[in-house]
């Protein structure tokens, strides 16, 4: 949304609240700027109908604004960070004696459906890691998306390893993930053969000093970044049908073994899900798989074809 400009009236106590919010509750500057935008944004709307003090909206009204939002085409999600701004912004307003009541109170956010995450399938992911790479910077790329795949770390996991992180013998790797928590993880076959292969070139470029597992051409450990980009190009260049990204090797790998094994307790456990309502979303995917399967495959749900004949005439002969 453009920068519009909030009339002096309802833009004076938006100020003081910012100024509060900075000073006195010391949020970051990231949780500022977000209570900025969203604040800003109803101020406008207030406006543009009429409202030119902060107690003259009422219930109803937020309401509408959500309503708004909503045909926008913003997540519910994304409107209820806009009420739960609108409300704290409502009890300073009430604190400060600049308003009487709170009129987001009692206003919900209206129901998103659950984004499923994205996953390739086990031949484009056979494709991708299989391909040889062309040079040292690819040795480690191949080591790091076999290591996500193979053990279903996060981003910040993998970025996080040292060597030390990494048992060999045992086939095993131990990550810090969420809150702090350890967890040690099987590592496959052909990621420790990729560890192998990388390990040589990588004490070509960091000191002896450096503990990192992954570095850069610098010698420095790779950031999230630039695992993000390098995985985003590897994709492009080997001829992935879609943008790849880690969590997506990391999603894979969880639906692919769910669907191999049926264990939900045992994916939870290895993804480091403190709550297994987080891993049950791959349960979903599994059913879609299993879904399209029985669309194209069961005689009494897929769509038969005449030759000659069109969907209609199919449809008749069914």
Request: glycine fraction near 6%; charge should be positive; aromatic fraction near 6%.
């Amino acid at each position: 949304m453009p920068e519009v400009a909030v009339p002096g009236s309802l833009a004076d106590p938006l100020a003081a609240f910012f100024d509060h919010l900075a000073s006195e509750t010391r949020h970051s500057q990231r949780t500022c700027d977000s209570y900025q935008r969203d604040l800003n944004r109803f101020a406008v709307w207030l406006n543009q109908h009429q409202y030119h003090q902060w107690q003259a909206p009422n219930s109803h009204d937020v309401r509408r604004y959500v309503a708004d939002l909503t045909r926008q085409g913003l997540s519910g999600r994304s409107i209820a960070r806009h009420l739960s701004a609108i409300r704290r912004f409502y009890r300073f307003l009430v604190r400060e004696k600049l308003a009487t009541d709170n009129p987001a109170l009692d206003i919900r956010a209206p129901k998103s459906g659950r984004r499923l995450p994205k996953v390739a399938d086990v031949d484009q992911v056979n494709h991708l890691l299989d391909s040889l790479p062309d040079d040292p910077l690819e040795i480690r790329d191949v080591c790091m998306f076999e290591l996500i795949y193979s053990s279903g770390l996060r981003l910040s996991e993998l970025a996080a390893l040292d060597l030390d992180s990494v048992d060999l013998r045992g086939s095993q790797v131990r990550v810090q993930g969420k809150g702090g928590k350890e967890r040690d993880l099987p590592v496959g076959r052909k990621a420790v053969a990729a560890i192998r292969a990388w390990l040589p070139v990588r004490s070509g470029m960091a000191s002896d000093a450096e503990q990192a597992l992954f570095v850069s051409q610098r010698g420095d450990r790779l950031s999230h970044r630039s695992i993000q980009s390098r995985l985003s190009r590897w994709g492009l260049v080997k001829g992935a049908d879609q943008r790849l990204h880690p969590h997506m090797l990391r999603h894979s790998f969880a639906s692919h073994m769910l669907e191999s094994s049926g264990d939900l307790r045992a994916v939870q456990e290895l993804l480091g899900h403190a709550d297994i309502a987080t891993t049950q979303v791959y349960t979903h995917l599994d059913f879609q798989h299993l879904a399209q399967v029985y669309d194209k495959s069961h005689p009494r749900a897929r769509r038969r074809r005449y030759d000659g004949g069109s969907d209609k005439d199919a449809q008749n002969h069914e």
